[in-house]
């Protein structure tokens, strides 16, 4: 016998002879250990009669901490909030109610390729294979139903009733979401955690990942055939895409963007990515309802560089983007593909980018063509302080809160809009869901967001169609101490719905925000509310939440009139 698999199994065996070990080599400490050693230490969760052992074993982790969460679906997107600062997210819910209350957020986060560990508490391992037919399920005796709903929306599914394979599955699992950087779910029997197995004695040893290498003959031969290619244009340009994040490639491009000359453009789904303070940065690429003079400098390049693009119907406004495939150069997270060919696999954006930018000859043409045509943004008409608050007027204002200690959430809606105009000083946080557009999805990812950041005080921009869908996690921000500061714009409906297709279904019932964070605040904690109808109201409430209660929850309601919605929203509800 391996002399330590033996120590191990002696290390285990107690006085009276009987095989047993030490109380803390359980899968449930194995579990909190590996999250916190994967930089987890908060887990977003919803206790139920099936996880509740487990749960035990995660607060008893010091590193751990536990946020209980109003449901589970909001437990999800706090998660995937999490996740986007600080590269994974965790979640725990109940058996089959719990599981299919969270799925829309795990689908969510699927699609914005963000790591998050789904795990439920499964049924107890004496029930399987014996055709009982336990609560919480839709009454079958199969309880594989959970599993395969999950199949569709994570990269990997394991289900733990097996102790002597749980270790290996649980770090499976979990290397798993790390390398694809997609949501897995774990299953574990209620009544595995707390029993002490022989596996779970050492301390997890830390991931070594086997780094992901690109072809070396291919990468050379990308490389060569792009720079031939951008060499020869005139006015190429560069614009950057949401899969930046999951290339990890968002300092190459910074990288090849100093290097070229080029004038830098980005996607809305990758605002944040790209840092908007550098000197050639020229706005958001989104077709007809791009920033002003960007989309005229894109569509007239004779080449462009789109560094992990996603063209959906909402990023292209329909389909609508004037782009003609045999100028582009389209590099996704691995691969790379020239005009109408040649195409080039498995190559790694992130060392693409970086050897390109070695390669390619300075050009600064397109960016003088923009300093050419460029005229500054207009500043919205001056009115009456006291006359009713327009949006253009409240986003100019919230421009001048934001700093390198702040960040934005601006959830679905018209909030995306308007949140794009925000130019985003150096260190600046920006945070929003298109891909997936799940209207109440900000609520949790500020939760979550705020929780893994907490020297950024963040600004979420949320409507009130998508705050009556997920409100009750207002509270669960009090309970963690939380200081964002929430713009509550109530227009009485689901704007972008409107632009879109109007119709009697659009329409809301107004309810009393303020006093309803009021009623949930309870004299708890520390939390501030304010109602404001005019620009003098608004910048008193700023005023107030960026001094006096600047350690506080902050919760403004901005009332505005129901067709106050930006022209890019009503452009873009039109061609969708």
């Not at 569709?152 to 749980?166: I, K, P």
């Not at 302080?385 to 018209?414: C, W, Y």
Request: glycine share 8%.
């Amino acid at each position: 016998m391996d002399s330590t698999i033996g120590s191990q199994l002696e290390s285990c065996k107690p006085a009276n002879g009987i095989l047993g070990c030490p109380s803390d080599a359980t899968l449930g400490h194995h579990v909190a250990r590996r999250l916190v050693e994967i930089g987890v230490k908060d887990v977003f969760t919803v206790p139920g009669d099936f996880n509740l052992t487990l749960l035990d074993h995660l607060i008893a982790e010091p590193g751990l901490k536990n946020i209980g969460c109003c449901n589970e679906l909001n437990a999800g997107y706090a998660a995937d909030g999490y996740a986007r600062s600080r590269g994974v997210g965790a979640c725990v819910v109940t058996f089959t109610v719990g599981g299919l209350s969270i799925i829309n957020a795990i689908a969510s986060a699927y699609s914005e390729n963000l790591p998050v560990i789904c795990i439920v508490g499964g049924p107890n391992t004496n029930d399987y294979g014996t055709n009982r037919i336990l609560h919480h399920t839709i009454g079958l005796s199969d309880f594989s139903q959970e599993l395969r709903c999950f199949q569709t929306v994570t990269c990997y599914q394991a289900v733990v009733n097996h102790l002597e394979d749980a270790h290996e599955q649980i770090d499976t699992a979990i290397s798993t979401a790390l390398k694809e950087s997609r949501p897995v779910y774990i299953s574990i029997s209620c009544n595995l955690p707390g029993i002490p197995h022989p596996t779970f004695i050492r301390e997890p040893v830390p991931f070594s990942l086997t780094p992901r290498l690109s072809n070396k003959m291919g990468l050379e031969a990308a490389v060569d055939a792009t720079a031939a290619f951008l060499n020869k244009a005139v006015k190429p340009v560069i614009i950057g895409g949401p899969k930046l994040r999951v290339a990890k490639a968002c300092e190459a491009f910074v990288e090849l963007a100093n290097a070229c000359g080029y004038p830098i453009a980005v996607m809305p789904s990758a605002k944040g990515l790209v840092p908007e303070h550098h000197s050639r940065f020229i706005g958001t690429y989104w077709g007809a309802v791009s920033t002003t003079f960007c989309a005229e400098i894109v569509e007239s390049a004779d080449a462009y560089l789109f560094a992990g693009p996603i063209f959906n119907d909402y990023s292209s406004v329909g389909y609508s983007l004037l782009l003609k495939r045999e100028k582009a150069v389209i590099v996704q997270p691995n691969r790379v593909v020239i005009a109408n060919g040649p195409a080039f696999g498995c190559i790694l954006m992130k060392y693409f980018l970086q050897e390109l930018a070695k390669k390619l000859n300075h050009n600064a043409t397109a960016y003088e063509n923009y300093q050419r045509i460029f005229v500054p943004d207009g500043v919205p008409p001056k009115c009456d302080p006291k006359a009713p608050l327009r949006v253009n007027i409240m986003f100019q204002h919230i421009q001048k809160m934001l700093s390198g200690s702040t960040a934005v959430i601006a959830e679905t809606g018209d909030s995306w809009f308007n949140c794009q105009k925000l130019r985003l000083p150096e260190g600046c946080g920006y945070e929003f869901q298109m891909q997936y557009g799940s209207i109440g999805w900000s609520v949790g990812a500020t939760l979550g967001y705020a929780q893994s950041i907490p020297d950024k005080r963040v600004i979420a921009c949320i409507g009130d169609g998508s705050f009556q869908v997920t409100a009750q996690d207002i509270s669960t921000m009090m309970r963690c101490e939380q200081k964002s500061i929430i713009f509550l714009i109530n227009n009485g409906g689901y704007t972008i719905e409107v632009e879109i297709h109007d119709g009697p279904y659009n329409v809301i019932k107004n309810w009393n925000y303020t006093g309803l964070v009021d009623a949930i605040h309870n004299g708890e904690g520390n939390c501030w509310t304010k109602k404001v109808k005019s620009e003098e109201e608004l910048l008193e409430a700023i005023e107030i939440a960026t001094g006096e209660k600047k350690d506080f929850l902050c919760f403004i309601e901005v009332l505005v009139h129901k067709d106050d919605t930006s022209k890019e929203s009503i452009d873009l509800g039109f061609r969708v």
